[in-house]
């Protein structure tokens, strides 16, 4: 088995910890906020609102900071740092006592993070370009899986062994997603080399690439599929409440409502991530776009709750083609010995599509239905697909990737 696949397969089920680790929590976070002792309903939602956001505000502005270092020490270096510094992180968070704690903890947590982007950059070095794709695919599919898990397994384990022990068990499936690419992963970097390159600062880094024109046109791209996309989320637990009623399985329906796209999301990644070594990203990226703007429509026209799950589901096969792609183009057009940097900068990106949708989503919620939101965000992906194809695939005869 060549290095890049035996790096695949241990970073599959690195991010899949990882991911499932990292999203236990969900499910119980308002309930464990209770337990610290905030009792107002509205205390609790603000200050689960503002904890579940603090770890992407630090993540936005520390990953270019910890891309930067990548690119000059080394990418597993960071993967390694940032996995057992997450595993510290949440573990301690299970000592909270209150919900200030828990802020501050979750603050620190996007400071040190950077396992998924740190092996994603690390991938793309390793693997051979023309399986670029079908590596950066896989790779997705492994997070994916991870984050459709862990909730369910969040939700378990809050019944089995009590909310606080769940951030234990958290940080040991950090530690051992560590420990598993410490003695697995294996990197060719030549750091004396690095070292020899004059030092160069975040803003002069991002003013070398984005010179690059496609750069910056993928960096909107994630923005906006992530903004686009989770825009809607923050109703669409009350959407299945409205569809469907007020009973005993309500909360299962809302759960596989939110994963259900999730399912087709990690068949299809693989699939399109193989295809876009056939045929080019850049085809695959905005069929994707489009397909995706197309399928968010019927959302807003559902009567039940199977009928969403449905559209939904078809949702999410255009949704496994895209960041996926997007991360095979940073590769294609990132000059050698800068992939940590961009790669960073798009998770600035992706971060702040996270922070930015769920927040404006809330609060237009007031004037707009979700039917009408599902609308708005096919509009944005419809935008979003015409621009990647102006800016991204109409340019790629004329500009050729740098070496």
């Known amino acids: 088995m060549a290095k890049w696949q035996v790096n695949l397969i241990v970073l599959w089920v690195g991010q899949f910890l990882v991911m499932a680790g990292m999203t236990m929590i969900v499910p119980f976070l308002p309930l464990y906020l209770q337990e610290l002792g905030l009792h107002d309903p509205h205390s609790v939602a603000t200050w689960a609102g503002v904890i579940f956001a603090g770890n992407f505000v630090t993540s936005f502005i520390f990953q270019p900071i910890w891309g930067g270092l990548a690119d000059r020490y080394g990418r597993k270096v960071m993967l390694l740092r940032s996995g057992f510094g997450m595993a510290i992180v949440m573990t301690l968070m299970g000592f909270s006592t209150s919900a200030w704690h828990l802020l501050l903890l979750r603050l620190l947590n996007g400071t040190v993070s950077g396992f998924v982007p740190a092996g994603v950059a690390l991938m793309s070095a390793t693997t051979p370009r023309e399986k670029v794709?079908?590596?950066?695919?896989?790779?997705?599919?492994?997070?994916?899986?991870?984050?459709?898990?862990?909730?369910?397994?969040?939700?378990?384990?809050?019944?089995?062994?009590?909310?606080?022990?769940?951030?234990?068990?958290?940080?040991?499936?950090?530690?051992?997603?560590?420990?598993?690419?410490?003695?697995?992963?294996?990197e060719t970097f030549d750091a004396k080399k690095a070292l020899?390159?004059?030092?160069?600062?975040?803003l002069a880094a991002f003013n070398e690439l984005r010179r690059?024109?496609?750069?910056?046109?993928?960096?909107?791209?994630?923005?906006?599929?992530?903004?686009?996309?989770?825009?809607?989320?923050?109703?669409?637990?009350?959407?299945?409440?409205?569809?469907?009623?007020?009973?005993e399985m309500l909360a299962f329906y809302a759960g596989l409502v939110g994963s259900v796209t999730g399912f087709s999301n990690m068949i299809a990644s693989p699939i399109f991530g193989k295809l876009s070594d056939r045929i080019g990203p850049e085809k695959i990226l905005v069929t994707c776009l489009l397909g995706a703007a197309v399928a968010s429509v019927p959302q807003a026209f559902v009567h039940n709750v199977w009928q969403l799950c449905a559209a939904r589901f078809f949702l999410g096969i255009f949704l496994g083609g895209l960041l996926p792609t997007v991360n095979a183009l940073i590769r294609k057009y990132t000059p050698n010995g800068m992939e940590s940097r961009s790669?960073?900068?798009?998770?600035?990106?992706?971060?702040?599509?996270?922070?930015?949708g769920p927040?404006?989503?809330?609060a237009i919620s007031g004037v707009m239905t979700i039917q009408q939101l599902f609308l708005v965000s096919a509009v944005l992906l419809l935008i979003n697909g015409l621009w990647a194809r102006k800016s991204i695939l109409l340019r790629q005869k004329s500009t050729h990737p740098p070496s």
């Open 133 to 186: 794709g079908f590596a950066m695919g896989t790779l997705q599919s492994g997070s994916v899986a991870g984050s459709i898990l862990g909730p369910f397994l969040g939700g378990l384990l809050a019944e089995w062994i009590g909310f606080r022990n769940i951030f234990f068990v958290t940080g040991a499936t950090l530690f051992a997603a560590s420990l598993l690419a410490a003695v697995l992963v294996k």
């Open 196 to 202: 020899q390159k004059p030092k160069q600062s975040m």
């Open 212 to 247: 690059i024109s496609q750069l910056p046109s993928l960096y909107s791209v994630t923005f906006l599929i992530q903004f686009s996309l989770l825009s809607v989320m923050p109703l669409l637990p009350l959407f299945v409440q409205q569809l469907h009623g007020q009973d």
């Open 343 to 356: 790669y960073s900068f798009n998770t600035s990106a992706l971060a702040a599509g996270n922070m930015l």
């Open 359 to 362: 927040v404006v989503g809330g």
